[in-house]
């Protein structure tokens, strides 16, 4: 039962442009998401999180968008950058625990 | 660079062994996490520790078992290896139980 989703397995994305990865969750109870990045071999580097009291949280060219209602989260990178290549893991935390619960990761790709 | 070390980085073994995966969390971060990811599973939550005592425990194998010292390091011992156990283990730590800080991970192979 994958309680978070990320259905897109790769995305591919001018330099310059915007950069939108999607996540949906199943789990009511998920009260605090993060998104983490990620290079081969290595591990996951936090980028960004946002608890359910908000909708929005800006951290320099990264946003995380929530919609509790619709049970999905984004994460926006503006403007992309080469760099911004590689693997990212949206995750969440139920209330009350500490487990986090991944996505399967979404393959960013940014072309020059 | 997170400030979470984890040794060794690489560890090739033969089933049938016993192997020690260690950990050293941020300094001030009191809990520490086990993860694992293999090749067709994602990374899946395997136990957590705060303060040396265990909190919470994640779809963790019976010839799976982890430890906080004193020190707050942590170590994940691997016993009875097969060869579905091969992937790479990575230790996270946090202050907070909220965002939890990755080490690089220990890719350990068992041929």
């Known amino acids: 039962d994958q309680q978070v989703k990320q259905n897109s397995p790769s995305l591919s994305v001018q330099e310059g442009r915007i950069s939108i990865l999607n996540c949906d969750y199943t789990?009511?109870?998920?009260?605090?998401f993060l998104w983490y990045k990620k290079y081969p071999a290595e591990g996951p580097t936090f980028l960004i999180s946002?608890?359910?009291?908000?909708d929005k949280n800006e951290d320099g060219r990264f946003t995380v968008f929530l919609n509790k209602s619709a049970k999905h989260l984004s994460l926006h990178i503006v403007p992309s950058q080469p760099g911004d290549s590689a693997v990212y893991f949206c995750?969440?935390?139920?209330?009350?625990?500490?487990?986090?619960?991944f996505g399967t990761g979404t393959r960013l790709t940014i072309i020059p | 660079d997170s400030g979470v070390t984890q040794t060794p980085k690489h560890l090739i073994t033969a089933t049938g062994q016993r192997v020690t995966l260690r950990c050293s969390p941020r300094?001030?971060?009191?809990?520490v996490y086990w993860y694992q990811q293999s090749l067709d599973q994602g990374l899946q939550f395997l136990i957590q520790?705060?303060?040396?005592?265990?909190?919470a425990k994640g779809n963790i194998l019976e010839r799976f078992s982890a430890q906080q010292f004193p020190d707050l390091h942590s170590e994940l011992n691997l016993s009875s290896l097969e060869l579905g156990d091969s992937a790479l283990y990575f230790c996270?730590?946090?202050?907070?139980?909220?965002?939890?800080?990755f080490g690089p991970g220990t890719r350990l192979t068992v041929l």
């Open positions: 789990n009511s109870m998920f009260d605090y």
């Open positions: 520790y705060y303060n040396g005592e265990e909190r």
């Open positions: 300094s001030g971060d009191l809990s």
């Open positions: 995750a969440a935390i139920p209330f009350g625990n500490e487990k986090l619960t």
């Open positions: 996270a730590s946090s202050v907070r139980g909220d965002t939890q800080y």
């Open positions: 946002i608890s359910s009291i908000k």
